[in-house]
């Protein structure tokens, strides 16, 4: 058995549901991308001291997501397991719309899985395992696949949604991430209330999400059609936004970043949009150079105060080392 795993995740930028409406045949539904940084790295190996808990070392407030996915591990054993040392670093903020509770759970449940010799599991089983999939799962998906994702909503009796496309993402066109500092997207409890006050999403603006995804963005990636796909990538957001609108106080989650759209958009920068409830907003760039450029100019403006992070798809799953 290997005595040591490290698992090295990405982040998931959600670009927007496709359906939520109670006579949908699939819920939910979501089209994302899988980017390079923020990410985690998380090493798991046997501990020293004999029997015993598990060691836990890195950031407070992911103490108890990591060594619960060990217990959920632990449960489905058939036979007892020794105690690991699991060392957190390089980590993703939480709530702030970049999927990190699913890559650390999937990235738990991987290195577990290995360092017990269960190798090849897919990413529907390493979610059973971790507990997750209640609604999106574009980070699930993309934690072993990366690129550009597209599920298509899950049935009752579904965990996960499947994924029914992929797409490598060019690999010269780089994302800024602009996240407002101290501020949180919804979540737990409040996220499921939003869903529940929500009104139905309508036929049309479903069949128009689908529209963008299947007929616009889709094709202009695979063909490297800067201008087509970021369009279609901020169309694709404004309309799932609108939706959201009454359980997010507007089009996107801040004011911060609803002026920083229609900067954006004044200056001709078309594929803006919000990762999830945000409050991470992402912009297309056509390559590095005009990456930067957008970084110094947006530094010397209203958003200074925003975390501003330059990053690339990513185009792979998870990166996982393994020794003896």
Known sequence: MPSRVTVSTGARLHFGLLAHAPQAKRQFGGVGLMVESPGFDLTAEVCDNGPGADIYSGPEVWRDRVLDVVQRCRGLAAFIVPPYQWSLSGTIDHHVGL??????????????????????????????????????????????????????????????????????WPEDWKLLLIRPRNVRGLCGAAEIEAFAKLEPMSEAVSAKLCQLTLLELLPAVLEHDFDAGSEAVFQFGRLVGEYFAPAQGGTYFTPQIRSLVAYLRDQGIRGVGQSSWGPTAFVMCPDNRSAQQLRSDLSGKEWSDCEILCTSAKNEGAKVDVSA
């Open 99 to 168: 999927g990190s509770g699913t890559q650390l759970a999937l990235a738990v449940a991987h290195a577990y899985s290995i360092l017990q010799g269960a190798v090849g599991l897919d990413s529907t089983e390493l979610a059973r395992r971790a507990g997750r999939g209640l609604r999106s799962a574009l980070g699930i998906h993309g934690f072993l696949e990366g690129g550009l994702l597209v599920e298509g909503g899950k049935r009752s009796t579904e965990h996960v949604a499947p994924a029914v496309a992929r797409v490598a």
